[in-house]
């Protein structure tokens, strides 16, 4: 799991989410992996992301929130061990689009496929 407190694409127009999986390796919406608002976290005893607001969800359930579709930022050159790390953890989990799911940073997540 990838979380980030901001990055370059933090404010994102779109509302995006999908069907929560946990293959036992990859987080993944809808066969993307996710880059997770800081605070996100998973539990992998009982299959649930707990969010940021306290919130917890289950695998096999929807979640949608504030953000966008992006390619994975190749960061294996990135000083900073930490997102070369983050890079390397999302590229295993990439689906056939190749994209990954971007929530933004403080994006209220929930299980509303609509934006209040």
Not at 41 to 68: C, H, K, N, R, V
Not at 108 to 113: A, F, G, I, N, Y
Request: aromatic content about 6%; charged content about 20%; hydrophobic content about 30%.
């Amino acid at each position: 799991m990838v979380a980030h407190s901001t990055h370059s694409d933090s404010s994102m127009a779109a509302y995006v989410g999908g069907t929560l999986t946990y293959d036992g390796t990859c987080l993944t919406l809808d066969d993307e992996p996710v880059l997770w608002p800081v605070g996100t976290t998973w539990d992998e005893q009982a299959s649930t992301l707990l969010l940021p607001e306290g919130d917890t969800i289950t695998a096999g359930s929807a979640l949608y929130g504030d953000g966008g579709h992006t390619p994975l930022a190749d960061d294996t050159t990135n000083t900073d061990a930490d997102r070369r790390e983050g890079a390397a953890l999302l590229e295993q989990c990439l689906g056939p689009s190749e994209l990954v799911t971007n929530f933004n940073t403080g994006a209220r997540l929930s299980s509303d496929p609509q934006p209040s």
